[in-house]
């Protein structure tokens, strides 16, 4: 692969991804970014940087055909309260979003990979350059969960895909066997928060993809910024989809895991019931 470019979210997602796809030999990155959502230390991970509003479809598209590059990456996210408040439209894109009847994570970024797709780009997996990063089964950490706490796993587990499923989110908080806080639209910091808010610390977060994921866009990301929500309300346990989430540095990740007593599970989906 000679080029690539990245339509950039929030965080450090991206960037990891621009200085991993050069250590694997792509010559040329592009970077689109969003004012107020992307972080400009892409800029200094990728040889040009283009700044647009949301919803400036038409402008994306001139873009990347000037460019002449054809294999794109979305990585990191866009805060879908954003859809409601800041978007900035050419004509292309108030189009495209008001042909969009449900506008959630799947029908409009779908939606873009399908519309950029039929002008023939191509987007790669999010994971792509970061498969390293995707988490793995089983207890991450020296620190296991107790019974208890493993009764919370998989309460969180159902919820959580149900949630995921509905387009609503991809976080629950349980503790005890109750349930505390459903990831909506403020995101799951804020839904991370509220749940510590709620039941106190030693709550137990989950965190899961769709049934049927679409690795191209909106995968569920863990960072240090997460841990950092955790660790303020003295979470006890986090549990992450396997294979579907991605857990970013994870290095100083599980050495401040380890600091704060934090359990980290990577989950599969439980074995189906005997007919």
């Known amino acids: 692969m000679n080029s690539l470019a990245i339509i950039a979210g929030n965080r450090d997602f991206p960037i990891l991804v621009a200085r991993q796809a050069r250590g694997e030999g792509v010559q040329t990155i592009l970077g689109i970014g969003f004012s107020g959502i992307t972080s400009p230390e892409l800029s200094?991970?990728?040889d040009r940087m283009v700044w647009m509003g949301l919803g400036q479809l038409g402008k994306m598209k001139k873009i990347l055909k000037d460019a002449g590059i054809r294999e794109l990456v979305m990585a990191g996210q866009i805060p879908h309260r954003l859809t409601?408040?800041?978007?900035?439209?050419?004509?292309?894109g108030l189009k495209f979003f008001k042909a969009i009847k449900?506008?959630?994570?799947?029908?409009?970024?779908?939606?873009l990979v399908l519309e950029l797709e039929r002008e023939g780009f191509q987007f790669l997996d999010s994971t792509q350059f970061l498969t390293q990063s995707l988490v793995k089964k089983g207890v991450l950490t020296s620190k296991k969960p107790t019974q208890n706490q493993y009764q919370d796993l998989s309460y969180g587990w159902k919820v959580a895909k149900v949630l995921a499923d509905l387009e609503a989110g991809q976080t629950v908080v349980?503790?005890?066997?109750?349930?505390?806080?459903?990831?909506?639209?403020e995101g799951t910091d804020e839904a991370i928060l509220?749940?510590?808010?709620?039941?106190?610390?030693?709550?137990?977060?989950v965190k899961v993809a769709r049934s049927r994921q679409d690795m191209r866009y909106d995968i569920p990301v863990v960072g240090?910024?997460?841990?950092?929500?955790?660790?303020?309300?003295?979470?006890?346990?986090?549990?992450?989809?396997?294979?579907k989430t991605l857990l970013l540095d994870q290095e100083e990740f599980f050495e401040r895991a380890h600091k704060?007593?934090?359990?980290?599970v990577g989950m599969v989906p439980p074995p189906p019931a005997d007919p």
């Open 194 to 205: 509220r749940g510590g808010a709620l039941a106190g610390k030693g709550t137990t977060v």
């Open 174 to 185: 349980v503790k005890s066997g109750v349930l505390i806080a459903l990831e909506g639209l």
């Open 84 to 92: 409601l408040r800041s978007l900035k439209f050419d004509l292309e």
């Open 260 to 264: 704060m007593g934090l359990i980290v």
């Open 224 to 243: 240090l910024e997460t841990l950092q929500v955790l660790q303020k309300i003295k979470s006890a346990v986090l549990g992450l989809e396997a294979g």
């Open 102 to 111: 449900e506008k959630n994570a799947r029908t409009l970024l779908g939606g």
């Open 44 to 46: 200094q991970a990728v």
